[in-house]
DNA sequence: CGCATTGGATAGTGGCTCTATCCTAAGCCT
DNA sequence: AGGCTTAGGATAGAGCCACTATCCAATGCG
């Protein structure tokens, strides 16, 4: 397959896949000759794999050629999954400290989960503070509930990502996983906000 | 005060506020003369509102203007909400159609939440088709849970919100709470996830 | 009386993701 | 064989967005 059909079948523009190449997104093609390259399903696959994290997970071109690379390098899965973390969660900037919060040693120690340092955990113990700064109350029954629920979700994830086919599904597990348990979540509120709100509102006034 | 104070107190640049001023995020000051304007400490909490849902939430200049302008008009609690969450949940594009899924209705009915269409109630279908579509499995025990679990916060934020000093007080409630739980969830996913993966990718193999 | 500041207008910056143009080399089709 | 199409390579431009900077005449304040 050339490069006019690689972009038929993926939907994605010549001149964008041109621009992945020379990012360093999506591996050269098998050069056939000077002017010849040969596409494979792989292709395409990676190219669909970039477009979700581009248009879904909202990862930038340098994020999404990070994670690619590292899959490409052979790094181990437990690298991987801490640099997919990173990104979506945006960790790129902030490269937080090692606060200590009581509230997230608690949630550990509740759930079990070994303790252990991890960049999710700096960016839960700096979440906590950031709602405790805007008086934004988090209950320990609502974090025992959140993590209790989390722990199942990602026994789940974990588990699909062991079969060993491609690294690339465990990336699009765990990003788009992540992304779309949050936007869950979110809707969800919105939900029970509105609902709360028409009770009160019409209802009661 | 003027503008340079303004600037001073708030912390962002004179050159931004003209911005916002131009584009009516921030109502003109009380102009005393032809070059001279008194702002308030009104303007000082109109712009570190603008700061968070730009910074935090990460709303655009369109959003916050048309959050601001509902306010300002004094556009009822509830439809000032729903304003909102169109906005944070991003629904400004997909004007969902009214999509039913089986799973979204089990959700109100269980909850006991009113049978009400809304915008969120759209969202929550189309995501749930989103998942679905994606291979991502969402179990009726965890939307329970979730559903649950924002119900209480959703209680306690439009119980927030009906103090009625402020209509900006309502505004960042509901798009800054729901923003932070959001990431909050998405924090202790990944903690999760972190976890699982030690467990057994490390002491499995 | 002059410096600083204002509103108003307009233009420029910087980051980002594409998208388009131009070129030569070379295979494919008839 | 000859022309159409496509490849790779390089480079430039587009379009969006949120600022940021510059210039201006008017004018109050110290």
Redesign the interface.
Known sequence: MQLKELSGQSGVAAASIKYYLREGLLPAGETVHATRAQYSARHVERLELIQVLRRTVGLNIEQIRGLLKMADDGA???AL??AV?RV??DLDTAASGDVRTPAADA??RL?N??D?P????S??NV??E??ES?H???SRE??D???????????????AT?APESVDQLILT?A???????????????????????????HGA
Do not use: C, N
């Open positions: 181990p899965r437990l999954l801490a973390q979506v969660l949630v550990v759930r989960w070994p252990y991890s960049d999710a955990r960016a839960l979440h906590l950031l709602m805007l934004i109350r988090v609502l974090l509930t959140y993590s209790k629920a989390m722990d199942d979700v990602a026994g789940l994830d974990i588990a062991t765990a788009v996983g992540m992304h779309m348990h949050s936007q869950l979540l979110l809707k969800l509120l919105a939900l029970a906000q509105a609902s709360h709100a028409i009770r009160r509102y019409e």
